[in-house]
């Protein structure tokens, strides 16, 4: 991918399950060349986790696209010395394992930058690389939980809700990528030196939710769960139609959320302060909201979509996959692609974000097989002869 906007980037994505590959896996898409590292045997968890066909685990098609696979056993010395001299062939390092972890592999940020004084290390954890909780093993679910998200989650009368997806993985691995590339051009624009990036799974998702913070800093209130609705604005929460459909609507910005008056049929409203003023609004919240609820009750999906579009109302229907894959305006968009694939003959699955005009990012393959590309990393990048690599796989070092 000559023209890609990573070329000549190598990384060595020596993570497992979600966050950071997933970074990982951004950067694989606009042209870095990724190796991915993976336990002799066994592989990263993420091949046999969640929904498999064929004994093939789906997420890690779509998390492993465009990177090439190795096996190494980093738990025993011929191994870690074998990771050691493949970071000084690379930019970037990725990692998820505890501190203590690889301090006692000697695959510590100290030690690896004494070989590549340019190396960029990203090292993922569950509570990050300082503080008394450092070393404890973490997934996303606690940074949903420690964050404030499942606080914030949920009914008003019921428990605090996790989501059904890596929300806190996800987060963090968006955070992690643009931090490696804040530090790739530090280096290279600016002539800086390599560096240790510590991404945890409980700050990136508590920075979007900083609202809670501040409001009980300087006002001494603790928000609480609302349901669907949302204290900044009205109306704001989903809707069930005539149909059995639903709607989500948002009246975020004033001049569009006066429009919904005009939608369901109650235009009087929009010069009557009370309902029209962004704060006094706010105090009607739960009747405008049951306003809209009616009037959306007498609809289908169908009927009730084509008065908001006319009258420029935000407002969707909340999808599922099926009807996500069939929306004409993302079908013309082009944001699924379907992808060959060796195990599985082809998967549709999301296309790179973002887009880029001059170099767009590409979905060249899907999930390599365990230790497909060995051969190529071993014995080009690393020299290492034929007969040499088959001892270390006998040996279960590779």
């Known amino acids: 991918m000559p023209d890609s906007l990573l070329s000549g980037v190598r990384v060595l994505d020596a993570a497992t399950l979600a966050a950071a590959p997933l970074a990982a896996t951004y950067l694989a898409e606009h042209g870095a060349d990724v190796i991915k590292v993976e336990q002799p045997g066994t592989g990263d968890p993420l091949r046999s986790w969640d929904r498999q066909k064929n004994g093939v685990g789906l997420m890690w098609k779509s998390i492993s696209r465009n990177k090439k696979a190795i096996t190494l056993n980093l738990r025993v010395a011929e191994g870690q010395e074998l990771l050691r001299r493949l970071a000084a062939q690379c930019d970037v390092l990725i990692m998820n394992t505890r501190p203590s972890t690889l301090r006692r592999w000697g695959l510590d940020f100290d030690t690896l930058r004494s070989r590549n004084p340019g190396l960029i290390m990203l090292h993922v ?173 007498g609809h289908t999906l169908a009927e009730a979509m084509a008065v908001f579009r006319r009258e420029g109302v935000a407002a969707a229907p909340v999808y599922d996959a099926r009807e996500l894959l069939a929306d004409a305006h993302l079908q013309a968009r082009g944001i699924h692609v379907r992808v060959p694939d060796e195990d599985l003959d082809s998967i549709q699955v999301q296309g790179p974000v973002p887009r880029f005009s001059a170099t767009p990012g590409t979905v060249e393959h899907l999930g390599p097989t365990l230790g497909q590309h060995n051969k190529e990393i071993y014995g080009e990048l690393l020299g290492i002869p034929s007969d040499e690599l088959a001892a270390l796989a006998h040996r279960g070092i590779i």
């Not at 962004?278 to 739960?286: G, H």
Request: avoid cysteine; aromatic fraction near 8%; hydrophobic fraction near 40%.
């Open 125 to 297: 954890t569950g509570f990050g690389l300082n503080g008394p909780d450092s070393d404890r093993p973490g997934f996303g679910t606690l940074g949903e939980a420690m964050s404030g998200f499942a606080h914030l989650t949920g009914q008003p009368d019921g428990p605090p809700t996790l989501p059904s997806f890596m929300l806190a993985d996800g987060v963090a691995s968006l955070t992690a990528a643009y931090a490696v590339m804040m530090a790739l051009y530090h280096r290279d624009v600016h002539g800086g030196v390599g560096q240790l990036i510590d991404v945890n799974l409980i700050d990136p998702l508590s920075r979007l939710l900083e609202q809670s913070v501040i409001t009980y800093d300087q006002l001494g209130e603790v928000p609480r769960r609302a349901g669907n609705r949302w204290d900044v604005s009205a109306p704001r929460n989903t809707y069930q139609t005539t149909d059995r459909r639903w709607i989500a609507m948002s009246g975020s910005a004033p001049t569009v959320a006066l429009r919904v008056y005009r939608a369901i049929q109650r235009p009087e409203l929009i010069d009557d302060p009370e309902y029209a003023d962004p704060q006094r609004r706010l105090a009607r919240a739960a009747e405008i909201d049951a306003m809209v609820a009616d009037w959306i009750a």
